[in-house]
């Protein structure tokens, strides 16, 4: 029976799929790098999709229940933030046009703000599950929850303010729907906007791309060449696009080609179409995914899901956005597309967490339905996410 | 739709996080929408400023005809393009500047010492040229030996590979593939074709990436041409004149060969002679085609034209007897004195031509009057362009009818007063040849007989054929006599009109010989022009230019398998003679 786990795994896996390709065409040059790529790329999406079946079969409440340092949250807490703050180390962290982001451990290289993303949208929904009935409250419900995002935002936000104001964003909605109060959310905007300007003064090239968006015509060769070259890109496409492999952008014109700015690329290609394909498949995810998060009658689980939906819509309307030239330049990939084998793995495994809820509620169906052929009453209800590993 | 969230309630939240999700998955679906309408609307209606970067994005290349190939009648190839390879060194490339210099010597067969020489000539260029036409050999050896800093560089050449033969009639082209001379600048619309171009997409780094495919336009290549000279007459033909001009220590001279009944040109030759390929060290004026661009006053050369139109207008009857004076001195009614050689006496009309006699010519003159010269003339081709379409020809010089003299009726039989073009007068003998009808010469080989102009009827056309043929049987044309062939022919000696001065010089001549042959069945005219010989060598065009014609015409009748009307014994005579 197709059920809504499937169709958001079937989006998911699409994408990733699309991604192989996009990215091979994207990554063409005269002369070539032959072969060795893409099977690189075709191994991350097959551990990508790999991470996602896994991810939909765990049972999330079972494995974030336990408390203090065994908790698998609190440790992959402090692995991200440690990681993240390692990037800041001088000669740690690999440096990608101006942004200290990456790490590279062995032949892996990832950025920890990605794991620091995750992190605190499970952080968040076990929180908010935890303390669900003094979320209301300020000094005891809301304000542990908030320091934790403050530090992730402001350790994030050093290098990555794309990346920091999303988490920001997820981490504040997740707790709105887990019960704090809007007007206590509000207090913290003032010095938040204040925190950005500051970041932005310290880091000019941050100011540079807001101008290069305000105007990119009066640097075109400068900070407005790469909304440029993206908006050319998606100029070039028209409603089917010049062909798969057949776009000029790549060829060195556009920087980023097969990361940030890949969905220029597909426009390029694949025109309107292409666009709407993508769109529609993120459209599927966000939609499914919620009826998904509705029929589930575990806390966690709900604000869990409704985090990593909204991680991953967010993400992918604020990149789009960029590349069409409608906000600033910054580092955001487009989820499950952009070049970057580990983004694939945890973006794929967050979707799978997903999936894991609509797995857990059809056996919990299946049981009540084997218990009610059996005349069993139902002792407990088992509730979304009790299921055990399968 | 947030700010109605209440404080959460245990029971509560689910319905909270629907809430927040149902908000925020609209409000994304929202954006996603606007966000395809910003795709649509860059699509549908882009900044004009984006134009010019997808220009940018694109290269046009000019993709170069390959001109045509200029070949003689049997397809030899006189004139073709070719890729030719630029050997140079890029100083910048070159990886241990030590052994370079003895290493490209070593290898590629270039003296080190020039190398270092033309390198260190040039500081700071990094296209330094050390060899403009690549041997094979060595463009092989450069292939094998991948040395950086050692480039070719392929650009397209002419090549004439019979070297100076028919020079001046192919001419020559430009460094930028023009033709600037001759045929080559005659027929270049022709031979040159059309450029072709592309477009296509480039990288950043300006490399090629495709061509577009509705932009891309081939080039048309020029037309090979098959011209009408054989390239065998060719060689015979100049061989023969530079032996005729070296022996008579002459100034220049012209030989033409040409098939009577087509006109066409099979051999036109200069002397001195120049090669194309290296048109930039021969002089300037040893470049013109001079059988066409140059004019000379004819001289009895010219007596046949005025001799059969003459028989066919009955001014004068094959049997009269003409007293041309036993003394070799007549005066004209209009009190000229005219000079033969020797006083030849009463002698009939036929003879007059034989003995080459002016007194004979002028008389007849007087009688034809100064219209019907003027017509005759005129009716052989003289005073206009043969229509050869030749680079440069002239038409030569034939005085309107109203600026003619009373010296007119008695110099023009005698071929004076006027000036021709060797190819003209050529021509105008092909008509004798021809059974009387004049073609257009023409370059280009034709596989038919065009339609002539009739001026003499067929009898008096074989008529003044056999007297020709006498004249070299038994008169002033005795030294061109073939042992293969029946010749008919005339011999002219003019002297240089002194325009300075007037009159004429004593000592310049132009010694010429024209003759046809096989007597019985034409095949072949072949003129012969020779510029100031050395007096004291030979003038005489029956001495100077007559064995050279008839050296020519005896060896290309060969060569074309024309039938002998020699016996045996005098075959095998002429096999060892032609051995020699």
């Not at chain 1, 001088?90 to 290289?109: D, F, K, T, Y």
């Not at chain 1, 949208?121 to 908030?146: E, K, N, S, T, Y």
């Not at chain 1, 509705?294 to 991953?312: E, N, P, S």
């Not at chain 2, 004076?325 to 020797?342: C, E, Q, Y």
Request: net charge neutral; with cysteine.
């Amino acid at each position: 029976m197709l059920r809504p786990a499937h169709i958001l795994m079937t989006a998911a896996t699409a994408l990733l799929a699309l991604a192989v390709v996009m990215v091979w065409s994207a990554r063409m040059t005269v002369g070539g790098e032959g072969l060795a790529f893409v099977q690189r790329q075709v191994i991350y999406a097959v551990l990508a999709f790999v991470a996602m079946l896994v991810g939909s079969r765990l049972n999330v409440r079972e494995v974030f229940r336990a408390r203090g340092f065994s908790s698998p949250l609190i440790i992959m807490l402090l692995v991200s933030f440690s990681l993240a703050v390692l990037t800041l180390v001088p000669g740690m962290g690999r440096s990608v046009n101006g942004a200290s982001r990456w790490l590279e451990i062995g032949p892996v290289s990832f950025q920890p703000s990605e794991l620091v993303k995750w992190s605190i949208v499970i952080a968040m929904a076990w929180w908010c599950a935890r303390r669900g009935g003094v979320m209301h409250r300020f000094a005891d419900g809301l304000l542990p929850a908030l320091l934790l995002l403050a530090l992730a935002v402001g350790v994030v936000g050093a290098e990555d303010l794309g990346t920091s104001a999303l988490i920001a964003a997820v981490g504040a909605l997740v707790l709105i729907a887990g019960g704090a109060r809007l007007r206590h959310l509000m207090i913290f905007v003032p010095p938040a906007v204040a925190a950005l300007v500051a970041m932005i003064i310290m880091a000019p090239y941050r100011v540079q791309r807001v101008l290069a968006f305000l105007n990119p015509w009066d640097d075109p060769q400068g900070v407005g060449y790469h909304p440029i070259q993206s908006m050319l890109a998606v100029t070039q496409g028209g409603l089917f696009g010049r062909g798969l492999g057949n776009g000029v952008q790549k060829f060195g014109y556009l920087p980023e080609d097969s990361t940030d700015f890949i969905f220029a690329i597909i426009c390029e290609e694949m025109g309107l179409v292409g666009a709407l394909m993508v769109i529609g498949a993120y459209l599927v995810i966000l939609w499914i995914g919620l009826g998904i998060v509705r029929q589930c009658q575990d806390a966690f689980g709900r604000l869990l899901g409704l985090g990593v939906l909204l991680t991953v819509g967010l993400q992918a309307a604020l990149n789009i956005a960029v590349v069409t030239a409608m906000v600033p330049t910054k580092g955001i990939a487009l989820p499950l597309i952009s070049s970057g084998g580990t983004g694939w793995i945890v973006t794929a495994f967050a979707l799978g967490l997903v999936a894991s809820l609509d797995n857990a509620y059809a056996l919990h169906i299946d049981g009540r339905e084997a218990s009610t052929r059996t005349m069993t009453p139902a002792t407990t209800a088992p509730m979304c996410g009790e299921a055990e590993l399968i | 739709m947030l700010a109605d969230l209440k404080p959460a309630q245990p029971t509560a939240d689910a319905r909270r996080v629907l809430k927040v999700g149902r908000f925020m998955v609209i409000g994304i679906s929202v954006l996603f929408a606007v966000l395809l309408g910003r795709i649509v609307q860059l699509q549908l209606a882009p900044d004009p400023r984006l134009e010019t970067r997808v220009d940018s994005q694109h290269s046009s290349a000019t993709l170069s005809a390959r001109r045509g190939a200029l070949v003689d009648r049997h397809g030899r190839m006189l004139a073709v393009s070719r890729m030719a390879y630029r050997l140079f060194l890029d100083p910048k490339m070159i990886g241990d500047r030590n052994t370079f210099s003895e290493r490209v010597g070593y290898e590629l067969g270039y003296d080190p010492v020039d190398v270092e020489m033309i390198m260190s000539q040039k500081p700071g260029n990094r296209y330094i040229s050390i060899d403009q036409r690549l041997s094979e050999d060595k463009l092989a050896r450069f292939r094998e030996l991948k040395l950086p800093g050692v480039y070719v560089d392929p650009y397209v050449v002419r090549d004439y590979p019979y070297g100076q033969l028919a020079g001046q009639l192919i001419g020559f082209v430009g460094r930028e593939g023009k033709g600037l001379d001759g045929l080559e600048r005659e027929l270049d619309p022709v031979l040159s074709g059309a450029p072709g171009r592309i477009v296509y997409a480039r990288d950043a780094g300006g490399r090629a990436l495709w061509i577009e495919a509705d932009n891309y336009q081939p080039q048309h290549d020029g037309r090979p041409l098959r011209l009408s000279i054989d390239a065998m007459i060719q060689s015979i033909a100049e061989r023969e004149l530079a032996g005729a001009v070296e022996q008579y220590q002459a100034k220049a001279g012209q030989m033409i060969v040409m098939n009577p009944w087509t006109g066409e040109i099979l051999a036109m030759a200069n002397y001195p002679a120049f090669d194309p390929n290296d048109f930039s060290r021969a002089k300037p004026e040893d470049w013109r085609n001079r059988a066409v661009t140059d004019v000379f006053e004819p001289g009895s050369i010219f007596k046949p034209f005025i001799w059969s139109m003459a028989t066919q207008l009955q001014a004068a009857n094959p049997s009269e007897m003409i007293d041309t004076t036993t003394s070799g001195v007549w005066r004209s009614s209009k009190g000229r004195s005219l000079r033969d050689a020797r006083g030849h006496g009463r002698i009939d009309w036929d003879h007059v031509l034989i003995e080459s006699s002016n007194i004979g010519m002028a008389i007849v003159g007087q009688r034809l009057g100064a219209e019907k010269l003027h017509n005759i003339v005129r009716g052989f081709g003289f005073g206009q362009m043969t229509g050869s379409g030749l680079p440069g020809e002239i038409s030569g010089v034939v005085h309107p009818l109203p600026k003619w003299t009373h010296y007119s009726v008695t110099s023009i039989p005698m071929g004076q007063e006027l000036s021709v073009t060797p190819l003209q007068i050529t021509r105008a003998f092909c008509a004798i040849a021809a059974d009387g009808m004049l073609v257009h010469p023409t370059i280009y080989a034709t596989d038919h007989r065009p339609e002539g102009q009739r001026v003499l009827t067929a009898n008096i056309a074989a008529h003044t054929r056999e007297v020709l043929g006498r004249a070299v049987s038994e008169g002033t044309g005795r030294k061109a006599q073939s042992d293969l062939y029946s010749l008919f022919g005339k011999t002219g000696t003019a002297q240089l009109p002194n325009f300075v001065s007037g009159g004429y010089y004593q000592d310049r001549y132009v010694s010429s010989f024209i003759c046809g042959g096989p007597l019985e069945a034409p095949q072949l005219v072949v003129g012969c022009f020779i510029h100031e010989p050395d007096p004291s060598v030979g003038h005489y065009g029956g001495t100077v230019a007559a064995p050279a014609a008839s050296r020519v015409i005896e060896q290309s009748l060969v060569y074309l398998g024309a039938p002998t009307s020699a016996a045996p014994e005098q075959l095998v005579q002429a096999a060892i003679h032609l051995d020699d």
